[in-house]
């Protein structure tokens, strides 16, 4: 019996975050997507299982690639991902479900998304 992978979205902007992301998620059963625009998602919301983003991607920024998912109807988990200082408070208020920080701990990831499929916010302090 075959089980289909789950969908990660990611939109970073820094090499390194990405490769340690991608590889972090695959190493889960997940398969990765790099998307630099939410169009990029259109017909591919019912796919898609989990979106990381990085708050300071150029051009729209974390948050207004955020607000453009949601607009279009996307309600699975989407978990901001960031270098930077920020409360989670901050994070939760503009609809993000998480924060995880930078550098990645990849011994937390199961644990991160295990919170998430129970629907509970997930911070990782910097």
Do not use: C, W
């Not at 699975?76 to 930078?102: C, E, M, R, W, Y």
């Amino acid at each position: 019996m075959l089980t289909q992978k789950k969908l990660a979205i990611i939109v970073e902007n820094s090499l390194p975050g990405l490769k340690a992301l991608n590889q972090a998620l695959s190493n889960l059963g997940y398969t990765t997507e790099l998307i630099a625009h939410p169009s990029q998602v259109i017909g591919m919301q019912n796919q898609v299982d989990l979106v990381f983003i990085e708050i300071n991607i150029p051009v729209l920024g974390g948050y207004e690639f955020l607000r453009r998912l949601r607009t279009m109807g996307f309600n699975n988990p989407i978990i901001a991902h960031t270098a930077f200082p920020i409360k989670l408070d901050h994070i939760l208020q503009a609809g993000f479900d998480g924060l995880v920080s930078k550098p990645l701990k990849v011994d937390k990831l199961p644990m991160y998304l295990e919170k998430i499929s129970n629907q509970e916010a997930i911070e990782e302090s910097i």
